[in-house]
């Protein structure tokens, strides 16, 4: 079992910055892969990013790709999301999520347990 909570969420002004954080309970959480999702108002969740259990591997959608950077430290049992160049299109509540599937998860019906999500808005 592993508890998630996520935090950093807030408004911020297009073209800036936020960074996420999942804190996550439990001894296994280094066996998890983590994954970052969102969901917009009337939108279906979708898949911002995931890291392995090492931490060696990232993977994004298209849509944050070179904007987004997802780390992990396994000795905090904490996973983050640093969201930069923000724009408007941005705007959604944050989860994280964990899983043992593999190679690369972007499904959210891969992932067993979730945070309970932190609201980013962007001001335009």
């Known amino acids: 079992q592993v508890q998630l909570v996520e935090s950093g969420g807030g408004l911020v002004q297009a073209g800036g910055s936020l960074r996420l954080s999942c804190a996550a309970s439990?001894?296994?959480?280094?066996?998890?892969?983590m994954g970052w999702f969102r969901q917009a108002p009337g939108k279906e969740r979708e898949f911002v990013g995931g890291?392995?259990?090492?931490?060696?591997?990232?993977y994004y959608a298209d849509s944050v790709k070179g904007r987004f950077t997802i780390s992990r430290d396994n000795a905090k049992n904490t996973v983050y999301l640093q969201m930069n160049s923000l724009n408007h299109e941005d705007t959604a509540v944050y989860y994280c999520?964990?899983?043992?599937?593999?190679?690369?998860?972007?499904?959210?019906?891969?992932?067993?347990?979730w945070g309970q999500g932190t609201q980013v808005t962007v001001s335009s």
């Open positions: 890291i392995t259990w090492t931490g060696i591997s990232t």
């Open positions: 999520a964990a899983t043992r599937a593999v190679p690369r998860p972007v499904n959210k019906y891969e992932y067993d347990y």
């Open positions: 439990g001894r296994t959480f280094s066996t998890y892969t």
